[in-house]
């Protein structure tokens, strides 16, 4: 049987013997009780953008789907496998979530991928080149517009990609629903790996400003 990672062993040792026993009681009661979280967040894969640092949670409190690139896929009720589309609507329709933030990040390497899309496929599958179709539209935009840098480009990619994933969210009947009756709200958020900046969308202009703290 394969080795399991020395550092993750020791990871867990540190975790039982601090996080664990500091916190023991919260979690008997999240075990009993079950989990109720108020937020979901679809964040990216990257190791660098983990929603429960950033937000400095404890169990119970975020609902996370993390998927390359933190895309919201639209409604499609084909019978195809959807995880993300599964996991929200788990949150939404039996955890009843309250607010669903869609959290990008700086120097993603989905959204670069999006944008020099290459040109052969790592794999005969090409997962990655399929889900970044997602952003073909607004990749194909911002490519055009010549007068940007790459990192402006990727930047500006990032951003766009946020609002259409949460276009793609009111294309779910139990988001809008939900949201049109008021009882849940949609919120996008960029967070800047280097500076631990967060940016938050403006929900009327579709800007990124930073929240006063
Ligand atoms: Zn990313």
Known sequence: MAQFPDELLNGYRNFMSGRYAGESERYQRLAKE????K????ACCDSRSAPETIFDCG???LFVVRNVANLVPPYEPDG???STSAALEFAVQSLK???IIVMGHGRCGGIG???SPSAEPLSPGDFIGKWMGLLDKPAEQIRKAGILTSAERQRALERVSIRNSLHNLRTFPCVKILEDAGKMRLHGAWFDIST???????????DF???EL
């Open 80 to 82: 195809n496998y959807h």
């Open 59 to 61: 169990p119970g409190e």
């Open 196 to 206: 631990g900046e967060l940016w938050i969308m403006d929900a009327a202009s579709g």
């Open 97 to 99: 979530v309250r607010d």
């Open 34 to 37: 079950g989990q109720k979280p």
């Open 209 to 211: 400003v930073r929240p």
């Open 113 to 115: 991928a999006a944008l």
């Open 39 to 42: 937020a979901m967040i679809v």
